[in-house]
């Protein structure tokens, strides 16, 4: 039984640990496709309508940030950001204005990025 331990190669049970190591914990938080393209999607809009000019995109070690400027040089306006360590509390988005206030926090993308979005009224 030992003979089989003394055997067996020791960078390959280093190689399975620090394999199990990152999938447990990943390098970076990201936004997916989906929520990428949902994003961009409203940014293209409102830059269509000269409200936004340049964005930025951060991904961290805990979480994801896009970040919204009216211009470049200044601070971001709103930041949308996605915290996994949230998702079971107060929900992984959010949007926070340039203040830090907390816009709109929640579970789905769609309902948190409403707190920006603003959608042509009929008159």
């Known amino acids: 039984m030992s003979s089989t331990l003394e055997e067996a190669d ?3 049970a280093r190689a399975v640990a ?3 190591a990152a999938i447990a914990l990943p390098n970076r938080v990201t936004f ?3 929520e990428l393209n949902r994003i961009l999607d409203l940014y293209g809009r409102m830059v ?3 409200e936004w000019r340049d964005y930025a995109i951060d ?3 805990d979480r994801a940030v896009f970040s919204i400027f009216r211009r470049a040089s200044e601070v971001p306006i709103y930041r949308i950001e996605k915290d996994p360590r949230l998702a079971r ?3 992984i988005y959010s949007v926070i204005s340039a203040t830090g ?3 709109r926090r929640g579970h789905e993308l769609e309902r948190v990025l409403l707190a920006i979005d603003r ?3 009929l008159v």
């Open 32 to 34: 997916n496709r989906f």
């Open 89 to 91: 509390k107060q929900g």
């Open 119 to 121: 959608k042509p009224a």
């Open 101 to 103: 206030l907390i816009l």
């Open 59 to 61: 991904f961290m070690r």
């Open 10 to 12: 020791p960078s390959e």
């Open 18 to 20: 620090r394999h199990a």
């Open 48 to 50: 269509a309508d000269g």
